[in-house]
């Protein structure tokens, strides 16, 4: 979450923890106001977004009936992650700073709380230092010019626990960010949503003060997707989508029109008698199963 807060289920799940009183009522009512918020803005709000917008006050007309020591709670988060973000940002080396922030979330008396005994609470703590252990380790072995951000070394971490899974039986389709397959390669690459809008993102574009170096930004990302394919590449994009219940014609991505055109095999998808059979063999296996 402090690498990004934008990660909604990881938000949602330290939320009230640990406890902060802020009760299922309470997020339930902020989930109705990014729900219809966004509809009105045809733009969606991200859950920490709106907790911004209720803390600086735009917001609380409009989510009535929280009560003020949730609200307090809830400035409360948010100054811990604001303060947190810009520490790790600022640091020469993020793992004191982790420590400190686990030493400030006060874990080991939530484990008590919880029901955990003093030796089991500490066994906890201990799996806690070790992140913080890891953290300085990866520090000290990082090679490049540019220092490493938290981002880094969550990728890392969160490759290893692939590469762990990866043991077990073969054959599954691996879902990754353009971000976290750095480095990565595969016999065959699924590249989706290669629309303008999407890849290249428009909130990326219209947001940024160089448009021309967040185009080039997003185009570098493209290239690192390509470049992750070993044997066969697959781009596609939708024609349609529909968002708040309207169907929004989309357009392909210019960065497909980058591509060497004798270096595409072009598939349209299925004709209208094509879509048609698949969707009476779809219906027939309905019935088969309802039998």
Not at 184 to 197: A, K, Q, T
Request: include cysteine.
């Amino acid at each position: 979450l402090l690498a990004n807060p934008a990660d909604e289920v990881s938000l949602l799940r330290i939320i009230n923890t640990p406890k902060r009183g802020v009760g299922d009522a309470t997020i339930k009512k902020i989930g109705d106001y990014i729900e219809s918020q966004s509809a009105i803005e045809n733009n969606r709000i991200s859950f920490y977004e709106a907790l911004q917008r209720l803390d600086q006050g735009p917001a609380q007309t409009l989510i009535q009936g929280i009560p003020p020591k949730q609200i307090s709670a809830l400035h409360d988060l948010l100054e811990l992650i604001e303060n947190y973000r810009r520490e790790f940002g600022r640091a020469r080396k993020m793992a004191p700073v982790l420590a400190a922030f686990i030493g400030e979330l006060k874990f080991e008396a939530e484990f008590m709380r919880q029901g955990d005994n003093e030796q089991t609470a500490k066994a906890r703590m201990l799996n806690l230092s070790e992140i913080v252990n890891m953290l300085s380790y990866f520090e000290d072995q990082w090679d490049e010019s540019k220092p490493p951000g938290l981002f880094d070394f969550l990728s890392r971490i969160s490759l290893q626990a692939s590469d762990q899974d990866d043991e077990g039986p073969r054959g599954r389709v691996q879902l990754l960010t353009l971000h976290l397959s750095k480095g990565l390669e595969y016999n065959i690459v699924f590249l989706s949503g290669m629309n303008e809008g999407i890849f290249p993102a428009g909130r990326s574009l219209s947001e940024s003060a160089d448009q021309d170096e967040a185009l080039e930004e997003e185009r570098r990302l493209c290239y690192v997707g390509i470049t992750r394919a070993k044997q066969e590449l697959i781009l596609t994009h939708s024609q349609v989508r529909r968002r708040f219940g309207e169907e929004e014609v989309l357009e392909p991505s210019r960065f497909l029109d980058e591509i060497p055109k004798e270096l595409m095999i072009v598939d349209q998808g299925l004709t209208e008698a094509e879509q048609q059979t698949k969707e009476a063999l779809f219906l027939d296996e309905l019935k088969s199963m309802s039998l």
